[in-house]
């Protein structure tokens, strides 16, 4: 935001100050750039107990490799992967370096986020980039992450 004062508009029926929201350029600057998808993930996996860093440049031997939009760990469990604000973004042809970025970090799950639902076709074809690199496939999409996910129940003694 600009940081300039501003002053209030009052309520005719109540005397008190009416605000009215509006979306800072902060996060509209976020939305722009597709950071929505990332976040969201972030916090669904936070909320469940795992450390999440968004937006990790790989390199590999000094070489950059390329980045992950979310690189993470909860446990023994490290993850990797993309995140898109559409599935239409999900485009076959960067399954196999999407989920290669995965494997280079040494990663046991491979995370497809987005924030609508994605295609089962497009799950398939996910499903086989991951199978053909012996890594497990994770998918994060609206029904995860805009609705409240129930935690997974905890193992009895």
Known sequence: GCGA???????????EPALYYRVNTLVQTLSHNGGLAPLAATALLASEGANVVPGAQIFRDGTDAG???LLGW???????????????QMAAADHDK????????????????CLEPIPKETCD???????????????????EL????????????
Not at 99 to 112: E, I, R, W
Not at 129 to 139: E, M, W
């Open 125 to 143: 074809a996910l499903q086989s980039a991951c199978d053909r690199a012996a890594i497990n496939l994770v998918v994060l999409d609206s029904p």
């Open 67 to 69: 980045e992950v939009d």
């Open 74 to 88: 909860r446990g023994e469990t490290l993850f990797a992967g993309e995140a898109k604000m559409s599935a239409s």
């Open 5 to 15: 004062g501003a002053a209030y508009d009052m309520d005719d029926n109540t005397g």
């Open 98 to 113: 999407d989920v290669s970025k995965s494997v280079l970090v040494g990663a046991d799950d491979h995370l497809a986020v």
């Open 146 to 157: 805009l609705l409240a996910r129930q935690p997974s129940p905890k193992p009895t003694t």
